[in-house]
């Protein structure tokens, strides 16, 4: 895997962390759900990766490329709760 295939994953956690920060902005305290929407748009985002045939994507079919996405997605709600325990 070469730099563009680790970029389309970095991509997909950043769009998974703003959509995390949005949902986080709502009114309504929607914190117990954030994993699971970062999932499912990682998941959304994965196989709309592969599908849009995006180059050194590093999945080669839909099961794969669905669990790159989740996994990004998940590591954005990591990231941020890492860079909270960092700041207590």
């Known amino acids: 895997m070469d730099f563009m295939g680790i970029a389309g994953v970095a991509g997909?956690?950043?769009i998974c962390y703003l959509v995390g920060v949005i949902i986080k902005a709502t009114p309504w305290n929607n914190n117990?759900?954030?994993p699971v929407v970062c999932g499912i748009t990682?998941?959304?985002l994965g196989a709309v990766a592969l599908a849009t045939g995006m180059p050194e994507f590093p999945a080669s079919d839909?099961?794969?490329a669905v669990a790159v996405g989740i996994v990004s997605g998940l590591a954005a709600t990591g990231a941020d709760q890492a860079a909270k325990q960092l700041h207590k």
């Open 42 to 44: 990682g998941a959304i």
């Open 62 to 64: 839909y099961i794969t």
């Open 12 to 14: 997909i956690t950043v």
């Open 32 to 34: 117990k759900i954030i």
